[in-house]
């Protein structure tokens, strides 16, 4: 007796049906998984069988293999357990196969309730996309899997349930509606009071797709500034909403009957975090916190307080925009897009660059703490920012700074520059351009260049960080609207390199 169902897994942050061939023979009982890594198979079994046995079906004591197909995609987690019991239950006659295809997705309790699972979006997607127009899945799950078009969805709570639903025994339950959750407002510019030219630094950061280090000492506001950016960077498009949407729905962090995602993701993880947090990794394996800052801001705050390992795994993500997870034999490749921003003191008691207070610390622990730092992440800075504490008639005063929203608009339009001029380029801002467009883009007049032959001697610089430049000067000029790098966007530019001793 034989059955055959659809089920999906998640390989990175897409999903890859599977399909689930049950095999029962008149043989002694037994139960096995072809397909599966060995501990996954000794679960899902487990669950599986007690599932069957605590939903009033019966359990076939006969010869069961299971084989899922393809044998090179892993799988992992436990999103196949309702294909694998609607499998035994069609195999052994308890349950009618149907005419056309479903796929079938959750976790079962040992008692038979259908949980949610994560990656349930990409999942979804991955269904459709593979000509399968009808699901069946936790109903937990069934707002986030209704955010995807052209697809029927039923949402159960237990095996119990959805053998009722396939039979017409009883109606599906009523679909939740997705609530797009009251989004947090980010904080304002308008509330920094002074910090003229940090304030700046960060609206052509945001411009342009900038990474950015700020440097100053305690209480000088780097921590305040930084939340304030997620306030003047442009709208998503539907692209990367559903993108972001996905790694969070792989990450299981996408709360129940949420929408797609919308505003652009602020992530700030403690200094504490390992390698695989930061950039994703595990035993079922998950988008770490470079992903999950992708198309949003990634705030390393307090930065020479993280491992130095910690930092070193940015530098491909930073590079690429994507980040490589190398599992036993597969390797997962997750998207990592952000704009980097962090901040650090001037040296360990913070007081280095402050002309009012005395440092106390030592060159030798100057030097350890900027070390944390390793040269090639510096290199991949494009901003460096120094913050000043605030004077005193700067604290006291009441002036208020620009509001954000006029400081989004400015950039919104530089964006739209960049949106244009690199329409088939295959990036989105001036941050992303590779050699051939910083030569076809970024060419300064011989003034210009006689700027930049100065600044390079002078500033020792790399050849990255000679790119580097010309890549916010091009920034400057699109917040100008100007067609052509002058210049004073490339003074500007320069000056942002020449922070401290880096
Ligand atoms: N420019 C400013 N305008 C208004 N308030 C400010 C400003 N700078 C600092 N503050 C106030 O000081 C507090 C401390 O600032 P913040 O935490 O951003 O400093 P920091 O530079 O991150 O310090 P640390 O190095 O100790 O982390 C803020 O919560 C805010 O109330
Ligand atoms: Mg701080
Ligand atoms: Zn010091």
Known sequence: MFSRVTGCTIVGIEGKPVDVEVF?????????????????????????????????????????????????????????????????????????????????????????????????????????????????????????????????????????????????????????????????????????????????????????????LMTGPPGSGKTMLARCVPSVLPPMTEEESMETTKIYSAAGLLPENSGLITVRPFRSPHHTLTPAALCGGGKNPRPGEVSLAHNGVLFLDEMPEFRRETLEVLRQPLEEGTVTVTRLQAAITYPSRFMLLASMNPCPCGMLTDTEAECICSERQIHAYRHKISGPLLDRIDLFVDVARLRYDEVAGRGQGEPSKAIAERVAAARRLQSRRFAGDGIRCNAEMLPQHIQQYCVPDAAGRDLLRHAFNRLRLTARAYDRILKVARTIADLEGEKNILPHHLAEAISYRQTMAF
């Open 24 to 212: 029962l023979s008149s043989q002694l009982p037994s139960f096995d998984i072809v397909g599966l890594p060995d501990t996954a198979v000794r679960e899902a079994r487990d669950r599986v069988r007690a599932a069957i046995k605590n939903s009033s079906f019966h359990f076939p004591p006969q010869r069961i293999v299971v084989n899922l197909a393809p044998a090179d995609v892993k799988k992992e987690g436990p999103q196949l357990d309702l294909a694998l019991a609607i499998g035994i239950l069609r195999a052994s006659g308890q349950l009618a196969a149907e005419e056309t295809d479903r796929v079938y997705l959750g976790e079962l309790a040992l008692d038979g309730t259908l949980r949610p699972v994560r990656g349930v979006l990409p999942m979804v997607l991955a269904a459709r996309d593979a000509g399968c127009r009808k699901l069946l899945l936790p109903l937990a799950n069934a707002a986030e899997a209704s955010l995807v078009q052209g697809v029927d969805i039923i949402g159960v709570t237990s095996l119990e349930e959805a053998v009722a639903v396939l039979t017409g025994r009883q109606q599906p339950p009523p679909l939740p509606r997705t609530v797009s959750k009251k989004e947090k407002t980010a904080a304002d510019f308008i509330t920094v009071k002074g910090q003229e030219s940090a304030k700046r630094a960060l609206e052509v950061a945001a411009a342009g797709g900038h990474n950015v």
